[in-house]
């Protein structure tokens, strides 16, 4: 499931779209069993040749819709949810540990297989296609995705590997990655996070064999769609269906953070499930949101080969969990390679009780950025990116401060307040202003607006 992310919620940046000299070497990955493999990363540049990125082993054209950059790229096969006693690695192997001892198959086998090793890199059809989302949908626009090409890109989430993963025969599977996204910019948000899809399928003896006098119930119908339930589905499946996921879920949730936790429900809308929910639970006297999940559109099903079963997905961000879980407070420093960070987490086995201890707390350093935009096609997504490539993890957040339309030439003009602070040392003024200057200039030169610095 393309999970905590609301469908509908719509150095120098000249590298914005891959130059031509860009050479990404690496190992592909093609796991279909349970593994800890990790894709490796080896970047390096080359003199200019073709008109191409290659990564992870393979070559991708580039054409208009080619908006990756080196800073992304330069993530991927980082594989921070395989990394053993990183934070993120903590909580795959929680929730991976819970569902192995939980849900045992009848050969007394888990019933969940775990695929952590898939290459981040799919096609659009993947991406989108194969999960039924529209061609129009605000979800595959440049300006939240990044793209090799026209045709390949890298996931925007885990559920890009739902319709391969059910056609090859599985029922019930894990599915754990990097996904990325063009995204706000501040301690939550991260141009890299990691998700954990979850998706189980049922036939109709498993799931009415516990129900008193259930032989002669059925999955599907040739009825109406509603708010509740698919045209193709009986209302006893969905019923049933949607109970067994929020059981699963809750008793999910209740294992990672202790009995007493709050839970509650709340609709939402998913292209390719339906009904579909978003879980918020109480932390500290305050709701959050943790997943997303529902009941799998069938025509989705029914494509990758499972014609006669009905099954429920979901998605949950690692970040948002261990965040919770370990008081992280910047999403940033799942990034960092500072022993001081990455020593709290290592304990004698994966539940221990950590709390995160901060590194010390650096001053922020305020710089305000304003200017007229250039036209209509200008994309605050499109500016983010430019500040995260120059900046990197210096810039703690971005925020439009301020928006103006000019009464007679009706140009619009931005104001964006940029607060840098490193997580792990203190920043002078005049670093700060030679990376502010840096964004100043590639906000001219590659969005092509007007400054007012």
């Not at 580039?62 to 950059?69: K, L």
């Amino acid at each position: 499931m393309a999970m905590l992310w609301k469908f509908m919620r719509v150095a120098k940046y000249s590298k914005t779209a891959l130059s031509p000299k860009v050479k990404v070497r690496g190992i592909p990955t093609h796991s279909r069993h349970s593994s800890s493999k990790s894709v490796p990363s080896d970047f390096a540049a080359s003199a200019p040749c073709s008109n191409t990125v290659e990564l992870l082993g393979k070559s991708y054209p580039q054409d208009d819709y080619s908006n990756v950059t080196e800073k992304i790229l330069s993530k991927v096969g980082k594989n921070l949810h395989n990394k053993k006693h990183h934070p993120l690695w903590l909580i795959k192997e929680q929730v991976k540990e819970h569902f192995y001892k939980q849900y045992i198959g009848r050969r007394g086998t888990p019933l969940f297989s775990v695929y952590d090793g898939l290459s981040p890199v799919v096609t659009v059809q993947q991406n989108f296609d194969s999960l039924l989302i529209p061609q129009n949908h605000a979800s595959r626009r440049k300006e939240d995705n990044y793209y090799l090409n026209r045709d390949h890109m890298l996931r925007a989430h885990t559920s890009a590997h739902q319709w391969d993963l059910i056609h090859s025969g599985l029922d019930a599977f894990l599915a754990v990655g990097d996904v990325y996204r063009r995204d706000t910019i501040d301690n939550t948000h991260y141009p890299v996070f990691h998700q954990m899809e979850g998706v189980r399928l049922f036939s109709c003896h498993e799931l009415f064999s516990s129900i008193k006098d259930g032989e002669g119930l059925q999955l599907f119908e040739q009825g109406h769609r509603t708010a509740h339930k698919q045209e193709c589905h009986t209302m006893e499946a969905v019923r049933l269906v949607e109970f067994n996921l929020k059981q699963v879920l809750t008793k999910l949730m209740t294992h990672i953070f202790g009995d007493g936790l709050q839970v509650r429900w709340v609709d939402c809308y998913f292209p390719f499930t339906h009904p579909s929910f978003e879980m918020e639970i109480n932390f500290q006297g305050e709701w959050m949101e943790v997943l997303g999940c529902g009941v799998m559109e069938q025509q989705l099903v029914n494509s990758a080969g499972a014609e006669d079963k009905i099954g429920w997905a979901f998605g949950l961000g690692l970040e948002r969990l261990a965040m919770i879980l370990y008081d992280i407070p910047d999403i940033r420093l799942f990034w960092s390679e500072d022993e001081r960070f990455l020593k709290q987490f290592i304990g004698p086995h994966i539940w221990q009780k950590i709390k995160f201890q901060p590194l010390s707390r650096y001053p922020p350093l305020i710089n305000d950025i304003s200017f007229w935009l250039p036209s209509e096609t200008y994309s605050k997504n499109d500016f983010y990116d430019l500040v995260r490539t120059v900046g990197g993890d210096l810039i703690e957040k971005v925020v439009l401060l301020d928006e103006f339309a000019h009464p007679k030439t009706k140009k619009v003009s931005h104001c964006y307040r940029i607060i840098y602070r490193h997580p792990e040392r203190t920043l002078t003024q005049d670093e700060v202003h030679r990376i502010h200057q840096a964004i100043e200039e590639s906000a001219v030169r590659e969005l092509g607006v007007e400054g007012r610095f």
